[in-house]
Each structure stands twice: as C-alpha cells, then as structure tokens.
C-alpha cells in the first residue's frame, strides 16, 4: 500500500495515538478508521438534511412515505 504523510497538530497527534492505543491499532488505521467516520457522519448530515427538505414538501413527503411503505420488508417484529 502506498502511503504518504501528513502534517497534523501536535494535540491531534496525541489524540490519534491515545485513540489508537485504546484500541490496539496502528497511528495509520486510527488514522483511517477516523477518516471513515467523518465521511460516514457527513452523509449522515446530509440524509438528514434532505430528510428535512423533503418533509418540508407536503406532496413529496406523502409519495416518500408510500413509496417506503410499498417496498418494505416485513422482518416478522411487531
């Protein structure tokens, strides 16, 4: 795998290597795993905020429910 480095605060450094040593990981999956995180919180944000949108739209919010309701899958759980 091809690396590269990066210039971080010496606070973030630390906090990077704590977190990694909690974990058992090396600086460079801590590193990644964070990465993967932010990306993940991010889409998150924007689901959500569409989500927000959409129910701002009284007819397309009624055609995202039914469209939900018509392709959901029943998992036996009441």
């Given at each position: 795998?091809?690396?590269?480095?990066?210039?971080?605060?010496?606070?973030?450094?630390?906090?990077?290597?704590?977190?990694?040593?909690?974990?058992?990981?090396?600086?460079?999956e801590t590193v990644r795993d964070?990465?993967?995180?932010?990306?993940?919180?991010?889409?998150?944000?924007?689901?959500a905020g569409e989500l927000v949108?959409?129910?701002?739209?009284?007819?397309?919010?009624?055609?995202?429910?039914a469209d939900a309701e018509s392709?959901?899958?029943?998992?036996?759980?009441?």
């Open positions: 795998m091809a690396t590269t480095t990066i210039r971080v605060d010496k606070k973030t450094h630390a906090t990077l290597l704590e977190l990694g040593s909690a974990s058992g990981s090396s600086l460079m964070a990465a993967e995180a932010l990306r993940r919180q991010r889409f998150a944000q924007q689901v949108a959409l129910h701002g739209n009284t007819s397309a919010w009624a055609e995202y429910l392709t959901a899958v029943a998992d036996g759980v009441r």
